[in-house]
């Protein structure tokens, strides 16, 4: 098999394309550096399709490889032949190659085994020769036996029968045919398993849809509700179907012989196959959905990092609280902790005063601009304080309700108390609170992804392809908007390129030893930080205020050469880095292609060089639109009525839609047929998180605290048609509702709640 050429046709990619990067890969370049700085000989593949691309490559050589073990097997059994070695070859999946493996495989001792120890298996292909001359109780008469527990001909024709049913279950052609079929017609059903089953599944008490159309949502509902035993789970094919299939393969005629093979078939089928490809189809779905549900994270994880950052503010973080207080922390723009103290603000009126003014005075001394009230317990009350306290202030200041997902987590770690040995656990998770608003991804990446919260059934994921597919997510963030060597944490900087935690740490005590790195070079004096991690790491490291320029962009060393010739022909000095209209003027007339042969770099990276010039060390989430921000126009459940027309800002997006903070306690669900007035196979073809969106009320549920929104404009007509064609309710034939996923939502994130609520909660 020639895995680079099967990759570059499933990825619609130039041969070339698809060489040079598994050659990068195979060198131990990293993906970050790779879409960055290789582009000229991946032909700019971006860092998504290159982990894409690794992760099949991955699976291919896995496959490769089990052929390979497969094949070997087989011949030191002297079994193997051209037509098993041309199936071997020509299976592109690892269940298709176990299939072939399975009639070589050691097996545990069996029906069919006992029966060939006996010396049935002669008999067995008597039957299956089917001649009609022949009668079955006369043929199975040689075989008796008593000293080997053959007592009669009906215990020798039931060995043959056993034999011959293993048989027909190790018929990888036939279990290739009944697995497409389960695809195409089979049903996946669940009852509950007894009367005292978690109500939080009753939508699946009564539940059959199509294999082919089972969303994954659903199916990780199913796989949930089964392993805390609330349901019992099932895949069926239309009665008889299956063992029709099976007799189509082996039975020749009506013989008495033939008869029997029936019967061999039929307990084939049912008492081998069906549940052995039940279990095959259940695994399918499950990887499928898990795949799907890693992939959903993965983007809204993606989205969260890379949220605009709220620069150049004095920032008060609130952790809301009961009985024990609101913790609160003041940081500067650099994030570094001005002040802290611990409010009551929702105790008795002596003590609501008392947290003003301490807040008052706190928001003065340190003329702080913005607030970050974390979205947990007493969150409400803490913002509606908030509104009313920032009213009586004379400058302008605004607020965020920020998630608060990992805090905890994070404020009892060992990062933490590096942080901050001096602070209370309490204080240090409102100093990340007010961090998460300055700059969500050095935040975030101190804590791990699955605490976030921004996906579904994250805790049911497998653990090691969640963490590598969310380590990989963090990377690409954290090198796409590179890091300043002298302020980054060795959290942060263990992101990077070809640094781990280890050399992170390092870099961090060369610093506090020989103080701030000047230029790059000196990262080749930090121990273990050889040439090869130089070469990967540098580009993305900042040097402010270096003697180089070059030092505080993202251009690589290796392309400073390059960068001072185009320099040169422009008639650029080093004091215009940073004028981009200066360099449009210079370059307006140039042809780049040209441009690029006469310095000797390629196309691609010349254009990066020009981006750089133009705005050194550029951030990509400068040129997303800002977060909203609200400055007292908090509101209640109760101000709400159909039709109210507000603005949110999206929280989360999973498979059947979307959770918006309008500015209540509770974020309300837009469902994905309320998100447009087109057909949208999920919710990531029109929302993602961060976004801030124009969103309408459906519905408001006073006694279960839910709100229902819509997307679509509800005074226009044709929106409102729309919105009649999707309400609907999908049932099958037994008006049995097939699709429940508003009431899913009560296990997104792994928790149970409302349905089309999510409750700001850590």
Known sequence: MEINKILAEEFSLKQEQVDNTVALLDDDKTIPFIARYRKEVTGSLDDQVIRELFDRLTYLRNLEKRKAEVANAITEQEKMTDEIAAAIEKAMTLVEVEDIYRPYKPKRKTRASIAREKGLEPLAEILLAQDASKVPEDEAAAYIDEEKGVADANAALQGAMDIIAEDVSDNAELRKMLRETYNKVGKISSVAASEEADQVYKNYFEYSENVSKTAG??????????????????????????????????????????????????????????????????????QTAQEGAIKVFSTNLRQLLMAPPVKNTVTLGLDPGYAHGCKVAAVDETGKVLDTAIVYLTQSQRRKDEAKKILTDMINKHNISTIAIGNGTASRETEEFTADLIRGIDHKIAYMVVSEAGASVYSASKL???????????????????????????????????????????????????????????????????????????????????????????????????????????????????????????????????????????????????????????????????????????????????????????????????????????????????????????????????????????????????????????????????????????????????????????????????????????????????????????????????????DLSSLVGGTLGGIQIRRRRS
Not at 515 to 532: E, I, N, S, Y
């Open 416 to 742: 933490a108390a590096e942080e901050f040995p001096d602070y209370d656990v309490s204080l240090r998770s409102a100093v990340s609170i007010a961090r998460r608003l300055q700059d969500p991804l050095a935040e975030l990446v101190k804590i791990d992804p699955k605490a976030i919260g921004v996906g579904q059934y994250q805790h049911d994921m497998p653990k090691a392809r969640m963490d590598d597919a969310l380590k990989g997510v963090v990377e690409d963030c954290v090198n796409s908007v590179g890091v300043d060597v002298n302020t980054a944490s060795y959290s942060l900087l263990s992101y990077i390129a070809g640094i781990n935690s280890a050399v992170a740490k390092n870099i961090v005590l060369y610093r506090e030893e020989n103080g701030a790195f000047t230029d790059r070079k000196q990262l080749l004096k930090v121990k273990k930080l050889g040439a090869k991690a130089y070469e990967q790491c540098a580009g993305f490291l900042r040097v402010p205020k270096a003697s180089d320029p070059f030092d505080n962009t993202g251009i690589h060393p290796e392309s400073y050469a390059a960068a001072k010739a185009l320099m040169e022909k422009c008639g650029v000095r080093d004091e215009d880095i940073g004028n981009a209209e200066k360099l449009t003027d210079a370059l307006k007339d140039k042809d780049l292609g040209a441009l690029a042969q006469e310095i000797g770099t390629g196309l691609p990276t010349l254009t990066d060089i020009v981006k750089e010039l133009e705005k050194p060390g550029r951030d990509p989430r400068d040129e997303l639109p800002p977060p909203l921000m609200r400055s007292g126009d908090v509101m209640e459940l109760k101000d709400l009525t159909p039709g109210m027309e507000l603005m949110g800002t999206v929280r989360n997006v999973i498979d059947f839609g979307a959770f918006v903070d309008i500015g209540v306690h509770e974020d309300g669900l837009v469902h994905i047929s309320q998100l447009c007035d087109k057909f949208i196979k999920h919710p990531m073809e029109v929302v993602k998180v961060g976004d801030v969106v124009k969103v309408w009320v459906l519905e408001v549920d006073m006694q279960r605290g839910r709100v229902s929104l819509t997307m679509k404009d509800p005074n226009k007509p044709a929106a409102q048609k729309q919105e009649k064609r999707h309400s609907k309710p999908s049932k099958n034939k037994n008006n049995k509702r097939q699709q429940p996923e508003k």
């Open 217 to 286: 949502h659903r199916v990780l509902a199913l796989d949930r509700g089964e392993k805390e035993g609330a349901l019992k789970v099932s895949i069926d094919i239309p009665e008889g179907k299956g063992e029709e299939i099976c007799r189509g393969q082996y039975v020749k005629n009506d013989s008495a012989c033939g008869k029997l093979v029936a019967a061999a078939c039929d307990d084939s089928f049912n008492r081998l196959i069906a549940p052995s490809v039940e279990r095959e189809i259940r695994a399918e779905l499950s």
